[in-house]
């Protein structure tokens, strides 16, 4: 175990323990000065410990003393060369792992199984994207050959480009990439990998280790909040190179809000204390338990190799109709695949329930979506297109025209067409399968 991420020694939890109970005059932000509004019992002591960068708290993006003492213990924890907290999820870790990339003048060479906030920093950052897109599977969630980002770093190399590649795994389904193989083919050729790993901040402390980090990734970002005892917007940019961890805060800085909050930090330091405890014990509990749960429920097409994604094959909405009648909420749903994402913060009775509901539930079969097409036409610069006023229009009635901003429902934010790309029959044709009323076209 970590000395730092002990139950009895968590630097930033005791020093926001203490100043709440300190009686200090607050003549600093924020403008509640600790207290909740009257009546409001549920967040008292939230509002207590809610601070701004006063003396003896560090400033996280100029951290030098218990934040970076807590980025460090976390490195250490996950075995990366160094990694940045986030309290704006892992959309601000893609933007600073992207960010780097545009400093090092890098062609991003992506899986088209992307979330929006890739495409957005991209944008933003005024980068070009060559799209590698599924072997199988479809959008959301599709299997990628390593062979074929082999072959688009070649291409880039031909043209005298630098490169990386960048891909997402596990996907929203919890399909995994094959990352070693990614990541040999991208050193054999001086390109970087970077991984898009918020569903996957446990995969460090299963039986085997496959975080992206261990298995050779340049960069990964992990959603704390997704998967651990953590809040809302809990996030880490792990860094293999010790070398990036620096320029990768600074390049935070570009899009990270000046004040983070200290309440999503605290529960950064506990779920890693936490993991740093029992927790890697539980994690691995929780996925042989998830595992004896598919194999209990063998009527059910269960998909993906991530543990903690238990994802069917099925008509999800039908699915996530029964799941809500009997209590459940699930994670996501379509008319192709229901998740229900589990967690080992589950306890075992809420585990065995959700077992016994599933068992008494039928699933249907998943509705038929066209196959994907071609990949679309490029008309404009992504960057031109998503910043271009645009209109609003039935998928039908947009054929032949640009797409502009994407727009997409979150989960799972992963786009169909991109800015720039030309919509035509097949893909207005995917947009209606998945429900997706309107694609905003560039006027």
Not at 255 to 282: C, K, V
């Amino acid at each position: 175990m970590l000395p730092f991420f002990s139950r009895d020694e968590l630097p930033l939890s005791r020093f926001l323990d203490s100043y709440a109970a300190s009686g200090t005059l607050r003549a600093h932000m924020p403008g509640h000065k600790g207290r909740a509004l009257a009546g409001d019992d549920a967040l008292a002591a939230a509002y207590a410990r809610d601070i701004t960068e006063i003396r003896g708290a560090d400033s996280l993006f100029e951290a030098d003393g218990i934040l970076r003492d807590g980025e460090a213990a976390t490195a250490a924890l996950y075995g990366s060369g160094g990694c940045c907290w986030s309290a704006g999820g892992s959309t601000l870790c893609i933007q600073a792992m992207l960010a780097r990339m545009r400093a090092e003048g890098r062609t991003v060479i992506a899986a088209r199984t992307v979330h929006r906030a890739f495409l957005n920093a991209c944008v933003l950052l005024g980068l070009r994207v060559e799209w590698v897109f599924p072997e199988a599977g479809g959008l959301v969630s599709g299997t990628y050959a390593p062979a074929a980002f082999a072959a688009a770093l070649d291409a880039a190399a031909a043209r005298g480009e630098r490169a990386c590649v960048y891909v997402t795994s596990p996907d929203y389904l919890g399909h995994r990439q094959d990352i070693a193989a990614l990541a040999a083919i991208c050193h054999a050729r001086g390109a970087r990998l970077l991984v898009d790993d918020a569903h996957g901040p446990h995969l460090a402390f299963l039986e085997t280790n496959v975080h992206p980090i261990a298995l050779g990734a340049d960069f990964c970002c992990d959603s704390a909040h997704k998967l651990l005892p953590a809040l809302t917007g809990a996030a880490v940019l792990h860094c293999r190179d010790a070398a990036d961890a620096a320029p990768a805060k600074q390049a935070m800085v570009l899009f990270g809000s000046t004040s983070p909050s200290y309440l999503i930090l605290r529960s950064i330091e506990q779920s890693m204390a936490w993991l740093a405890g029992d927790g890697a014990a539980r994690v691995k509990e929780t996925a042989a338990t998830a595992e004896a749960l598919r194999r209990a429920l063998p009527q059910y097409d269960w998909i993906g190799e991530e543990p903690f994604h238990l994802t069917a094959a099925c008509d999800g909405l039908a699915l996530a109709d029964d799941l809500r009648a009997a209590g459940v909420e699930c994670e996501y749903a379509d008319g192709t695949a229901c998740v229900l994402l589990l967690s080992p913060c589950m306890t075992d009775a809420e585990l065995t329930s959700l077992r016994d509901i599933l068992a008494g539930l039928t699933p249907c079969p998943p509705r038929a979506v066209p196959p994907l097409s071609a990949p679309p036409r490029r008309i404009l610069p992504m960057r031109e297109a998503a910043l271009a006023p645009c209109d609003l229009l039935a998928p039908m009635d947009a054929i032949g025209r640009v797409c502009g901003a994407v727009q997409v429902p979150c989960p799972p934010a992963v786009p169909l067409l991109v800015s720039g790309e030309q919509v035509d029959e097949a893909w207005a044709a995917l947009y209606t399968a998945y429900g997706i009323e309107t694609i905003a076209v560039v006027v």
